[in-house]
């Protein structure tokens, strides 16, 4: 966060007409403590300190984006269908992030344990930290699909899936871009 604190700065130093900060992974929101619904404190936080360094916008990846809840489903649609009952049916979990992974396990063994014959995963941001790895490879998904707002750790298993964002984004920039004007 500081060394985009000191970007911002530095662009507003150098006068820069606009800062538009593109941080595709703004982690500062998984935080649980919240202060009024749906607003974590340190993300309240970080973002007063980008906007005192002088940060115009910020464009960032949330699940809670209806179209990001659009494209991770339709990237696993040719896999599923509608799994309130999922025995004998492929189960598909979304979430916002996978980082250990443990959580996502267990969710995984359920369906399965309920009589899903497949299990799929898609999830936002892919952090893959500790024993995810390890997690996910007990957890028996066929395949998992993350985007590329974080870089893969070495050695991803090859049931990983990583879809583009840059599309989004730069679209997002044209647009932020040219409502500013």
């Not at 007409?17 to 998984?30: E, K």
């Not at 679209?171 to 409502?179: A, D, E, G, L």
Request: aromatic share 4%; net charge negative; hydrophobic share 45%.
């Amino acid at each position: 966060m500081m060394e985009l604190v000191l970007m911002v700065d530095a662009a507003a130093g150098a006068s820069a007409h606009r800062v538009i900060a593109v941080t595709p992974w703004y982690g500062y929101s998984r935080q649980e403590q919240e202060e009024r619904p749906r607003e974590p404190i340190t993300a309240r936080m970080a973002a007063h300190m980008l906007e005192a360094a002088g940060i115009d916008r910020i464009l960032t990846m949330d699940l809670h984006s209806g179209r990001l809840q659009g494209v991770l489903p339709e990237a696993l649609r040719s896999h599923a269908r509608d799994v309130r009952d999922v025995a004998g049916r492929t189960a598909v979990i979304i979430d916002d992030v996978i980082d250990s992974a443990g959580t996502l396990r267990v969710a995984a063994r359920a369906v399965l344990s309920s009589g899903a014959s497949r299990v799929y995963a898609a999830a936002t941001h892919g952090v893959f930290s500790g024993a995810a790895w390890a997690n996910l490879s007990q957890a028996g998904f066929e395949r998992i699909v993350v985007t590329d707002t974080m870089p893969l750790p070495p050695d991803p298993p090859g049931d990983i899936e990583v879809l583009s964002w840059a599309g989004l984004l730069a679209n997002s920039i044209r647009q932020s871009s040219s409502t500013a004007r």
